[in-house]
């Protein structure tokens, strides 16, 4: 299987593992994986997740899935913006806001990867990665 978009690739991991209801999903591993990963837990949107296999060619990441009360997913909706077709760029003035600050976009900046309001705070643009609600 070859994976073009291997942020796409993840975030479809991730929306099937909620709609399925699972405890946690298993995707291939990488540096910006791994990054996104981590925000997502900062922000509350995950459990938690372990590396697996990092001795091995095709190390693997194991990511817990949040719930609330075991049953409602903590991700509503998780939307990719820039793609790899079409990238998209954003000024500090004009990054989105996602439903007041109870959601969050995922930015791509020159120091690194950050939440919409952190990149504001910072005096930050990139490119909008994608959206969680």
Same mark, same amino acid.
């Given at each position: 299987m070859s994976i073009h978009d291997p942020i796409s690739d993840l975030l479809t991991n991730i929306r099937n593992g909620y709609l399925a209801k699972k405890e946690y999903v298993i995707v291939f591993s990488s540096k910006i994986k791994v990054q996104i990963i981590d925000l997502l837990k900062k &922000? +509350?949107?995950?459990? +938690?997740? #372990?590396?697996i296999g990092t001795e091995t060619k095709k190390p693997k990441i194991k990511i817990y899935l949040k719930y609330y009360n075991n049953k409602i997913s903590v991700i509503n909706k998780i939307t990719r913006v820039s793609? *790899?077709? /079409? %990238?998209?760029? %954003? =000024? =500090? +003035?004009?990054?989105? =806001? *996602?439903? +007041?600050?109870?959601?969050?976009? *995922?930015? /791509?900046?020159p120091i690194g990867l950050l939440t919409d309001t952190k990149a504001r705070e910072l005096g930050h643009g990139g490119e #909008?990665?994608?959206? *969680? &609600?």
């Open positions: &922000e +509350n949107f995950l459990n +938690n997740y #372990v590396l793609k *790899v077709s /079409s %990238r998209v760029y %954003r =000024k =500090k +003035n004009a990054l989105p =806001k *996602v439903l +007041n600050g109870f959601g969050i976009a *995922v930015i /791509s900046t #909008v990665l994608f959206i *969680v &609600e």
